[in-house]
């Protein structure tokens, strides 16, 4: 049985097109996208649009140019007159959720597969909670996001006068912070050795011991080495002179002359004009030099692949590594299983999430190829 269930409109415009007749009222969307219906805590991700006109969503039985969601993927309008024209359409946030997910498989699916092809009469888990499967896929989706699988996500933000962003909700640890120049190229930005950020500035009394307030709780102030590093001068830090020049972001120095490099004996963390950042885990917050203030970044992160419904899916080039882990994960947690058996799972996890690691490492000889091209310079052994 094939795998592709959605037409080219469906994928590639994000709609599905009906010619209505007489007394029509119900239209069912059949592409993979779920419909979501207007509620307190969400919003729709899909318009209709009748003759080219976009028409209401409302909640009780529609009138005139309304439309009611009755069940799942299915619309309900007013009696229509035959001819007409019914276009449900995915928002843009939708359609881009849909392109490309054929590399990948949800992690729903790899449970029902996983408990087809492993568990049963005759195998070697032959019962077994849903629940604990599910416990375990969790937990290696998890581990897989770290470093194996291409979980990276990345947000464009500009730093504001506080030089601070908020830590977005899903992090769990950055990969790349990069300044944005007026071409689009990106610069990167390193953490700082320079300063710290507090996580606790205790209200001290004349004699250095910390206050409390009325419920015994040390009283906290602000913190003057942030207030000290936000108005630092960039200069006064990196050597820069007016004289500077920049050579992909790190400072040369000119003598009436062009020389590229040579600013010897200067710390290279600190002789670039990209900028340096902390991370306050006090406050949550990414913390920045001032020569920040202003600036485009591009910043990349990684997320654990659980925040949302739509990140708990596996690439099929790692779907094989993710049954691995099942089993081993499974057998070694039940009693009266011989140790061969778990060392064989296990053995056999560690080569499925390496070959995993390969596949979805992207390598390209072309590539690879172009890079050592180099203008054609000799390579020395």
Known sequence: ??????????????????????????????????????????????????NNVVWTEVGVAPVGTQYQVTNTNEITTPAMAGGEIVVIELLDSAKWNNYGDYSYIKLNDVIDNF?????????????????????????????????????IKSQELTIPDSLSLIIPQDYVNYVEMSRIDDYGVKHIIYPTTLTSNPYTVPIQDKEGIPTQDSLGDNTEGTSIINERWDNTDDYKISGAYNTELYNAGVYDWTWGKVVYGERYGLNPETSQNNGWFTIDNREGKFSFSSNM??????????????????????????????????????????????????????????????????????????????VMRNKSKWIKH
């Not at 119900?26 to 009748?50: E, H, I, P, R, Y």
């Not at 492993?118 to 888990?125: Q, R, T």
Request: net charge positive.
């Open 1 to 50: 049985m094939a795998l592709l269930s959605e037409t080219n409109q469906q994928y590639y415009a994000g709609q599905q097109s009906f010619v209505a007749a007489a007394a029509d009222t119900t239209f069912v969307w059949t592409g993979d996208t779920t419909l979501v219906a207007t509620t307190a805590t969400s919003n729709t991700n899909f318009k209709v649009k009748v």
């Open 115 to 151: 408990l087809v092809g492993y568990v049963g009469e005759g195998k070697l888990i032959s019962n077994i909670k849903r629940s604990d499967v599910l416990f375990h896929a969790k937990r290696g989706l998890q581990e897989f996001s770290y470093d194996t699988l291409r979980s």
């Open 293 to 370: 203030k202003g600036q485009l970044i591009l910043l990349e992160y990684i997320s654990d692949g659980l925040s949302i419904d739509y990140d708990m899916r596996i690439p099929k080039l790692a779907e094989e590594a993710m049954y691995m882990h099942l089993m081993y994960s499974l057998l070694a947690g039940r009693i009266n299983i011989p140790e061969y058996l778990v060392a064989r799972y296990k053995k056999d996890r560690r080569a499925a999430l390496r070959n995993a690691k390969i596949r979805l490492s992207n390598i390209k000889l072309d590539e690879f190829v172009q």
